[in-house]
């Protein structure tokens, strides 16, 4: 092993763990307290929408978040997603059906915020492997698997759960309907408050990002290929990304050991560099071209 390795973090910053904080069915509450709650922290959150029942659509109810809720959230950085058209069961359907559940969806969010989804929640949680593929064609990745959070959790089993997240380095995405409401919902808000509360002090240990963001990253940091041309105290690094630029999107962290200062520029790009334990951090471009490092 060279004494400066050069390497892509398992994480944004180098965090030890990556958690997602997402919500499903478009609750009213996830408007007026959930997204709130996150902000509060520095956060974002994704919220799985089934727009067939948003007031002013084929099948609305009461108690969910109108349009102007859902493109306020979205102008104020969370992730609007699908989560299926009608929440049908998409294992039960026809393939034809399912497509129509999953595009019809696509296109409502699109019309109302201008970006497509590039993720995807299922419906019950059901799914199988046509249906996995299906719904993962032109994304990022759709849910697979969660952690419920909300009445039915203990304090204490939030708590070790994420706790065992960040020993384990995963990516603990957190699942809920409501905070008053919904199937999980806590009920009582300041439960809710108190976990955010938990993991922002970790927050040395942790990413909290957009389901997006963190399938985009993982996504491209398992694809990312790193050439090296090293002369001196300078290394030159060309990445090589095979996934699509404009669905994957996110910036990576590349590491650089054994360093006590070093000067970085991607293009014009100057990132700035965060220094840990005699290691080198920086966000860049999977997809900008050659970068150079001069270290000592």
């Known amino acids: 092993m060279s004494a400066q390795e050069v390497y892509v973090a398992k994480f944004k910053d180098a965090k030890e763990c990556a958690v997602s904080f997402t919500f499903d ?133 939030l708590r070790g759960r994420m706790d065992k997240a960040i020993l384990k380095g995963e990516w603990a995405v957190w699942m809920t309907h409501g905070i008053l409401r919904g199937y999980d919902c806590f009920k009582d808000p300041s439960r809710y408050a108190s976990f955010l509360d938990y993991v922002k002090a970790k927050d040395s240990n942790v990413w909290v990002g957009t389901f997006r963001e963190v ?15 090293r002369k001196g105290r300078r290394i030159k690094v060309t990445p090589s990304l095979s996934l699509d630029q404009s669905v994957y999107d996110m910036p990576l962290t590349m590491c650089l050991t054994g360093v006590v200062r070093l000067k970085v520029r991607q293009g014009i790009r100057r990132p700035p560099v965060v220094y840990k334990n005699g290691d080198a951090y920086f966000d860049f471009n999977p997809h900008g071209g050659k970068i150079v490092i001069n270290y000592r």
């Open 215 to 229: 399938a985009a990253y993982v996504a491209e940091r398992d694809d990312i290929q790193l050439t090296e041309v």
């Open 25 to 157: 069915d478009g609750n009213v509450d996830n408007y007026t307290i959930a997204a709130p709650e996150l902000e509060k922290r520095g956060w974002r959150g994704t919220f799985w929408l089934n727009c067939s029942r948003i007031p002013g659509e084929i099948n609305q109810r009461k108690g969910i978040m109108t349009w102007d809720n859902v493109c306020d959230l979205h102008s104020r950085g969370h992730e609007i997603s699908n989560h299926g058209w009608n929440h049908r069961n998409l294992t039960k359907i026809s393939y034809e059906e399912a497509v129509r559940e999953i595009e019809r969806n696509d296109s409502a969010i699109f019309a109302h915020t201008g970006v497509r989804p590039v993720t995807f929640c299922y419906a019950y949680n059901a799914k199988n492997d046509k249906i996995i593929a299906l719904a993962s064609e032109g994304r990022v990745g759709t849910r697979t698997f969660q952690y419920a959070f909300g009445e039915q959790s203990s304090d204490v089993n």
